[in-house]
């Protein structure tokens, strides 16, 4: 199932931030991906969904994005502030999210999409 990710008007800057975000886990081909480049075939990224002033908030709603090769995996999150180790950094909330997993600490399936990186690029190029 394609991924569909929605470009909505945003205040003070949330749109470049996404854009950031989104391109984080999908950049371009290029001289960009040579060795040693932060551009990997695994690298995590985020979208925030969802938080209140980031001083005061309990907690962040966010879709981590998880790059594996030309496969993108998007999950749905909760990120509870209080529990992390280091100050939330809303420029770069993806330093909160944790690493994918697939089963939780019960035992059950974490619920996960697929989409692919052309995809998620086809999004960026549709959305400038």
């Known amino acids: 199932m394609p991924l569909i990710l929605k470009a909505t008007p945003s205040r003070s800057g949330c749109s470049r931030s996404r854009r950031r975000r989104t391109?984080?886990?999908a950049p371009g081909p290029g001289p960009e991906r040579?060795?040693?480049s932060p551009w990997r075939d695994e690298v995590d990224s985020c979208l925030v969904t969802s938080i209140t002033d980031p001083a005061t908030a309990d907690f962040v709603f966010c879709w981590p994005l998880y790059r594996r090769g030309t496969d993108v995996y998007v999950q749905n999150a909760a990120?509870?502030?209080g529990?992390?180790?280091d100050a939330f950094r809303p420029t770069e909330p993806w330093l909160s999210v944790e690493p994918r997993g697939t089963v939780d600490e019960d035992g059950n399936e974490i619920s996960e999409w697929r989409t692919t990186i052309d995809e998620v690029r086809a999004?960026?190029?549709a959305h400038p």
């Open 23 to 25: 391109t984080r886990t």
């Open 34 to 36: 040579s060795a040693g």
């Open 79 to 81: 990120v509870f502030l």
């Open 83 to 85: 529990e992390l180790a």
């Open 123 to 125: 999004f960026l190029s």
